[in-house]
């Protein structure tokens, strides 16, 4: 998995790991370039049927499915016990090793941090990857 699949997976992470972690901005989409806010951005765009700006239930549900058909192999990973949800722990292993490979990917100074032009650099590699999507 190349390390735009990674950060659009650590995102859809956070954005299904519960109900309020998925509310839009107050002011709008103003995500500011950020991988992960930009992803939750689109996942309301995409799965907010009732409109309330934060991702239901049955919502969530139909996200971490787009999920599971995506990216069986990561999925299948982070499902440790095999139960076909994601736990809390299971989630937080998830995210722990993604955030790894997008330091190995991106932080180029080897701080263990993204500065602004590292975060620049995700961004553009996010936005790419999210351009080659085909339509859903």
């Known amino acids: 998995m190349n390390p735009t699949q990674l950060i659009l997976a650590f995102a859809l992470g956070l954005s ?12 709008g989409a103003n995500h500011r370039g950020r991988p992960g806010a930009m ?14 700006r934060q991702l239901s239930e049955a919502e969530r549900a139909a996200a971490l499915e787009q999920f599971k058909t995506n990216h069986p192999d990561l999925f299948a990973k982070a499902d440790a016990d095999g139960d076909g949800k994601l736990s809390m722990d299971e989630r ?4 722990r090793a ?4 997008v330091l190995a ?22 936005q ?9």
């Open 16 to 27: 299904i790991s519960g109900v309020s972690s998925a509310q839009a901005p107050a002011g």
């Open 39 to 52: 992803v939750r951005a689109h996942l309301l765009k995409k799965f907010d049927t009732d409109g309330d």
């Open 92 to 95: 937080i292993a998830m995210r």
């Open 98 to 101: 993604i955030w790894k490979h």
């Open 105 to 126: 990917k991106f932080d180029t100074d080897g701080d263990g941090k993204l500065n602004e032009q590292e975060r620049k650099a995700a961004r553009e590699a996010f």
């Open 128 to 136: 790419q990857r999210a351009k080659k999507r085909p339509a859903e």
